[in-house]
């Protein structure tokens, strides 16, 4: 069988080594021609090798109207996530949903590491599961973005976590309803649906106890809540609550996992506090990169000043619901969003390279600057990685300008 490797960037890379350790047959293809120029050239694709091609192993930025996946079966197209599900003999917990899956799986996969249990937290977090040799007493915390399920065929989850669900992604997806059941996609890959937990509002807005029965077993939103102050979690609830029926289906201890919440995972550039100048905190979201998760974030802080920036993915300003302790919004020219729909001041830049001195001008008057970006970074940035990085470097330098 020979593989085709759509797409090179660090999924594609990692594609590539594990077929190499499974001495499987393959080509690659990147529409970025810079990135195969070090790879030897008999491995790299030709329209006219097509045929010869038996699976398309596709990294998730790919979109589906590419125009070789626009001639290739579908069936035939699978994810590196397809790969590791088909050899890995661990316990395989797969979680989504629009926003918090990234602090979810470090969560958990955190949780279980300090309890003596060996995990690896994988997938969308910027890690291939291809990465890890795990055995089959490793927990896989995978999270899965909407782009993976989209093409994944054959997963095997023992235990599924559906967070939430909230409009994104409808520059890659043609609709909401294919975005809807490309995350529903989870729930057909679970061994048992006792094994799904469902985020607290998540099966109202989906309807999903018309495709699946609750589990009669699952501990209650009303039992935890009664049990546990989840004002004292450093989570958002929503985290908090999933978090705690994962740990009851995993049959751990309760009153452990409370008391992991109230420590605080300082997750790089998702609601990361790194700085203070002057009493001002300086916190780097730069993973935020859709509406809603810019709502939660501004729920989380006071009198502060919000940052935003990227590419909105076609949802309109009226998805963006700011708690009003965001007193002012700086916002790239280019966002193109509704200035009357913010009950705030608001500064409309000419590029987010100008930022420096605007918040070097501003921060004083905050308590809170906020650097939560609601789009995409791929406009100025290679990814939200590298536009984190950017803002810190930005407050870093404020940092040494201070007596």
């Known amino acids: 069988m020979k593989s085709l490797i759509l797409g090179y960037g660090k999924t594609g890379q990692s594609v590539k080594k594990y077929l190499d350790t499974m001495s499987k047959e393959y080509l690659i293809h990147d529409d970025n021609l810079d990135l195969l120029k ?23 930025g790919i979109k589906p109207d590419h125009k070789l996946l626009k001639e290739f ?175 009851d289906k995993l049959n751990l201890n309760l009153e452990d996992a409370y008391k992991f919440l109230k420590n605080e995972l300082n997750t790089e550039h998702r609601f990361e506090n790194f700085a203070n100048i002057n009493g001002t905190r300086f916190i780097n979201d730069s993973k935020s990169t859709n509406f809603h998760s810019v709502s939660l974030a501004s729920e989380r802080v006071k009198n502060s000043l919000l940052i935003m920036h990227g590419i909105t993915k076609n949802v309109p300003t009226s998805e963006l619901n700011l708690s009003n302790e965001i007193k002012k919004v700086i916002i790239p020219q280019d966002m193109n969003l509704d200035q009357n729909l913010f009950n705030c001041e608001v500064e409309v830049i000419k590029s987010i390279f100008e930022l420096e001195e605007i918040v070097k001008k501003d921060f004083h008057r905050f308590e809170t600057v906020l650097f939560s970006c609601g789009g995409s970074s791929f406009n100025d940035f290679e990814n939200y990685i590298e536009r984190g990085k950017f803002f810190k470097s930005i407050v870093k330098k404020l940092k040494g300008g201070q007596n």
Do not use: M
Not at 240 to 246: L, V, W
């Open 38 to 60: 070090e790879i030897n050239k008999e491995l790299v694709f030709k329209e006219s090798q097509l045929e010869q091609v038996d699976e398309i192993i596709v990294s998730p």
């Open 73 to 247: 079966p579908e069936n035939n197209v699978i994810t590196d996530i397809d790969l590791f599900s088909n050899v890995f003999e661990g316990t395989f917990i797969g979680v989504t949903g629009t926003n918090g899956k990234t602090t979810f799986v470090n969560l958990l996969s955190n949780f279980l590491n300090e309890n003596g249990i060996e995990s690896i937290a994988c997938g969308n977090v910027g890690v291939s599961p291809l990465e890890f040799e795990p055995n089959q007493n490793t927990y896989a915390v995978v999270e899965l973005s909407s782009f993976q399920l989209f093409y994944s065929k054959n997963l095997k989850l023992d235990f599924g976590v559906f967070l939430n669900f909230h409009s994104d992604h409808l520059d890659w997806h043609k609709d909401l309803e294919e975005y809807k059941n490309a995350k529903i996609k989870l729930l057909s890959f679970l061994k048992s649906s006792n094994n799904l937990i469902i985020g607290t509002n998540t099966l109202s807005s989906l309807k999903l106890e018309n495709i699946i029965g609750v589990p009669s077993e699952e501990i209650s939103n009303r039992e935890i809540t009664k049990k546990f102050d989840f004002n004292l979690s450093n989570y958002p609830i929503d985290t908090s609550i999933a978090f705690i029926k994962i740990v």
